[in-house]
DNA sequence: CTGAAAGCGCTTACAG
DNA sequence: CTGAAAGCGCTTACAG
C-alpha cells in the first residue's frame, strides 16, 4: 500500500493524504478524518525510506553498543529509550559484535545516514589507543550529531566529543573511604585493566580509589593491584571470579581486609572465589562493588557499592545529543554525575 | 557527500559510481578502484534510505523486544547479531517499553518498511490474552517476515508464525526428575503467573514439573504452587526474591525440600529469601532455575539449571527467518530445541 | 565497459 | 482547503 493507492481510494491527491497523514493543519478536518481512517482500515503507513530522503530526518537515534553487553549498558539503553521517546524519538540499538569491532564498521553505521543522531555507550573503538583515537577524529568530520556515554571519546588532550558519565573517580574514593573508616588499610583493587591511562572507567575508579589512599595516608602498594586476566571482559562475573582466582604470586596476601572490585558483577564473581579459598565474606574479607545493580542487591551478602543514577546519565545524555542536533556547533561537554555510596552487608568494621 | 559529486570529481557518471559501490562486474576494475578510493577519501557511503527506496531491502533485520531487557534474550541478541551479520544483515533492536507496548507501535515498527525481517524476541503484545492473539493476527496479515524466539506467538489453535523456543517443558521434567531422583518428594514451584494457558515459557516449565511429579507417582499439591507477585517481571531476581519472602500463608512449609524457580535469576532472588528465612541452600532446601545464566553459575551454591543452548537457538531462528524472507509461502514452523540439566552445588541428596 | 533516463514513495513549495 | 509538479539520492534496464 502506497500513498499513490490511497489517495486514489480516497479520491484526493497524493498531497492531500500526506497532508493528513502529517497532522498538517491546512486539510480540511474531515478529509483528515476520512483519509486516517482509510490508512487504518489498509494498514497504510508512509514508507520511512521514501520519507526520510525527502524530509532529511529519520526520527530515529542509533545507540551503538561495541563487545560485551552488560546489565549496566542494558539499563541506561532502557533509560536512553524512554528519554528519546519522550522528545519523539525512535531508539535503536546497533550492536557491534567484538568481531565487527573496526573503525569502517563504525563509521558506516554512522554515516549512511540512517539516523538523526548516535549515542556511543560503553565502549568503542579498539584496544590499541592510537586506533581509537583516530577513530574519534575521524567520527568527529562526520557531521551526524553524536554524544557518548558511560565512556570518555579517547580523543586526546582535546575532547573533540560530548561525554556523560558517573564520577567514577568520585565515586571510587568515597567508596575507598568507607572501607578506610570501617579501619580497613589493606585494600586491593581487583579486575581492572592494564593500560593505566585515566580515561576509561576502571582507571578512573583506580585513580579515586589511590586518591582515598593517599588523603587517608596510606601508602600505595602496587602489589594490591590485581589486574583482570581477561581485558576484553572487564565487567563480567567471570573477571572478577578469574582475577581472584588466579591472584599472582603465592595468592590472596593474607593480610588483605578488603577487596574493591571494579564493578558489581566482577564483585560477585570475586565472591565466588573468595569462597571457595575458603575466605568468608565479610567475616574475613570485606568486599565492595561498583554500580548499583540488582546482581548486588540480591547477593548474600548485599555488595556495598556505588550506585550509578543511570536514569539522570540517560536523561542527561539525551539533552546533550538533543542540544547538538538542534545547534551543531555547540559547545562540547563532558558531565560527570555524581554517585552514592550504598551499604550492603559484604563491609566489616575492624576493631 | 551525494553520488552525483563523487561522480563529478571522479569525472564518470552517477550509474558507473554506483556499479563501482556495489560490486558489480560490469564496470573495468580501474574505474572501480579510481571510484572506490575516492569514495574512501571523501567518506562516502551511499545513502541508506534512497537505496533501500530504489531497491526494496534494507539488508537489516529489527529484533524486537518488549518490556524488561534480561540477560538471556541480550545473549541471545547477541547471538542473532552474529548469525544474521554471516548472511550479510545488520541487526538492531528496537526496544519497546512496557509503557509504549501497544499493538499500533509493533505494527508501525514492521510496517514502516525499515526492516527486511523482524524477531520478535521473549515476549511481545499486552497482558490480555485476547489482545495478543488479535496482535498475531494482524501482524500476519503483513507482509513482512518474521519470526518468533523464546515465546510463542499466541494466535490460538493455528500458529501464523514460526517460532524457535528451548522445549521448555522437557527441560523442567528433566530437572524435577533430578530432584526425585536426589530424593526430593516436596517440590515447590516458585514465579510463575497466574494464567495457565500452556503458552508462556513458565507455563510450559509448570507443565513439565508436573509431568515429572505425575510419572514418578507423587501428587500434584496446588499449594505447592507459588505464582509470581510479580507478573509484569517475571525473568528477574526481584521476581524470585518478592515471590518467597512473601509466600502465601505461614510462610514456607516446613516439608518442603526442594524450590524449583521459574528461572535462574528468579532461583538467585529466591535463594536471598531463603538466606533471610534462615533456610539454608542446599543444607535445608535445595533449590534449581532454568536458562544456565552466568547469574547461577557464580552464585555460591552454583545453582543446578537446564542451560539452553543459546547459539543454536539463534542460529536456528535466523535460518527460519532468512528461510521465509526467500520463500514468503514456506510453511510454519514450531521449532522446540532441548536443554541440557547442568548439576550445580544447590541440591542435596536426601537419604 | 559507460552514460542518459526513468522511477522507487514520499513531501513541499507553488498555484489556484 | 486541494492539486499538479519537482525533486530527495539512489539503482537498473536500455542504448551505445
Redesign the interface.
Known amino acids: 500500500m502506497t500513498i499513490r493507492e490511497l489517495a486514489r481510494i480516497c479520491g484526493v491527491a497524493v498531497s492531500t493524504v500526506s497532508r493528513a497523514m502529517n497532522d498538517r493543519s491546512d486539510v480540511n478536518p474531515e478529509t483528515r478524518a476520512r483519509i486516517r481512517a482509510a490508512a487504518e482500515r489498509h494498514?497504510y503507513?508512509?514508507?520511512?525510506?521514501?520519507r526520510?530522503?525527502k524530509i532529511g530526518t529519520?526520527q530515529t537515534i542509533?545507540v551503538v553498543i561495541q563487545g560485551e553487553?552488560g546489565?549496566l549498558l542494558?539499563?541506561v539503553?532502557?533509560h536512553l529509550?524512554?528519554a528519546f521517546?519522550d522528545a519523539g524519538y525512535?531508539?535503536?540499538?546497533?550492536?557491534v559484535?567484538e568481531?565487527?569491532a573496526t573503525a569502517g564498521t563504525v563509521?558506516?553505521i554512522v554515516?549512511?545516514?540512517?539516523f538523526d543522531g548516535v549515542v556511543f555507550l560503553g565502549r568503542y573503538g579498539s584496544a590499541d589507543r592510537e586506533a581509537s583515537s583516530q577513530l574519534s577524529r575521524?567520527l568527529a568530520?562526520?557531521d551526524v550529531p553524536m554524544v557518548f556515554c558511560t565512556t570518555p571519546d579517547y580523543s586526546g588532550a582535546a575532547s573533540l566529543h560530548s561525554s556523560i558519565s558517573v564520577d567514577d573517580q568520585t565515586g571510587a574514593y568515597e567508596l575507598t573511604s568507607h572501607l578506610i573508616a570501617h579501619g580497613h588499610r589493606r585494600i586491593a583493587f581487583v579486575g581492572g585493566g592494564t593500560e593505566r591511562d585515566g580515561e576509561h572507567a576502571w582507571a578512573l575508579r583506580l585513580a579515586g580509589y589511590r586518591a582515598a589512599l593517599g588523603a587517608a595516608g596510606i601508602s600505595f602498594d602496587e602489589e594490591l593491584v590485581v589486574p583482570s586476566v581477561l581485558p576484553d571482559q572487564l565487567y563480567?562475573?567471570?573477571n572478577g571470579?578469574e582475577s581472584v582466582a588466579q591472584w599472582p604470586g603465592s595468592g590472596i596476601p593474607g593480610d588483605v581486609t578488603a577487596i574493591m572490585a571494579v564493578c558489581d558483577a566482577a564483585a560477585?564473581?570475586a565472591?565466588?572465589a573468595l569462597?571457595e579459598a575458603g575466605r568468608r565474606v565479610p567475616d574475613e574479607v570485606s568486599l565492595v562493588g561498583f554500580d548499583g545493580l540488582?546482581?548486588g542487591?540480591?547477593?548474600?551478602p548485599r555488595i556495598t557499592t556505588v550506585a550509578q543514577p543511570l536514569a539522570e546519565i540517560a536523561q542527561s545524555t539525551a539533552r546533550v545529543l538533543l542540544a547538538t542536533m538542534r545547534e551543531p556547533d555547540r559547545a562540547i561537554e563532558q558531565v560527570w554525575i555524581r554517585g552514592r555510596v550504598v551499604e550492603g552487608e559484604s563491609v566489616r568494621l575492624l576493631t
Open positions: 494498514g503507513v508512509p514508507n520511512a525510506s521514501a526520510r530522503l529519520t542509533s553487553l546489565q542494558i539499563e539503553l532502557e529509550g524512554l521517546a525512535d531508539t535503536v540499538l546497533s550492536h559484535a568481531q565487527h563509521e558506516r554515516r549512511e545516514g540512517k575521524r568530520e562526520i563480567t562475573m567471570r571470579y560477585v564473581g565472591a565466588r569462597s540488582d546482581i542487591k540480591y547477593h548474600v
